[in-house]
């Protein structure tokens, strides 16, 4: 069983910045990361995903550029580092881990069935 914790939403202006943990209970090492968002109204949406050794990462068309994952699995720990931020991005952010093999590929990733466990969110709100 991995329980997955997100933390560092906040509140931050238009063009700020913010980094998001997702740490787990357990050994992350073999589990990719999903990075997920849902705003009120709205579906639940991926925006990036990183493989468990770090060699795979992707992100929606909305955060590419802007948005970097990655994770330290000796901290059992992945990051979300959220620049330029939009108002458009409110929501809340919720980290998920898969133990399937190649989720964060291009013919699985953000497919939400293939995940094992899911964080609780964290709200994340742009606005001046």
């Known amino acids: 069983q991995l329980q997955l914790v997100e933390s560092g939403g906040g509140l931050v202006q238009p063009g700020g910045s913010l980094r998001l943990s997702c740490a787990a209970s357990?050994?992350?090492?073999?589990?990719?990361i999903g990075w997920f968002r849902q705003a009120p109204g709205k579906e639940r949406e991926g925006v990036s995903c990183?493989?468990?050794?770090?060699?795979?990462?992707r992100y929606a068309d909305s955060v590419q550029g802007r948005f970097t994952v990655s994770r330290d699995n000796a901290k059992n720990t992945a990051y979300l580092q959220m620049n330029s931020l939009k108002p458009e991005d409110t929501a809340v952010y919720y980290c998920?881990?898969?133990?399937?093999?190649?989720?964060?590929?291009?013919?699985?990733?953000?497919?939400?069935?293939?995940?094992?466990?899911w964080g609780q969110g964290t709200q994340v709100t742009v606005s001046s």
């Open positions: 990183i493989g468990s050794s770090a060699g795979s990462t």
């Open positions: 357990g050994f992350t090492y073999y589990y990719d």
């Open positions: 998920a881990a898969a133990r399937r093999l190649n989720y964060c590929s291009a013919y699985v990733w953000p497919r939400t069935a293939d995940l094992d466990y």
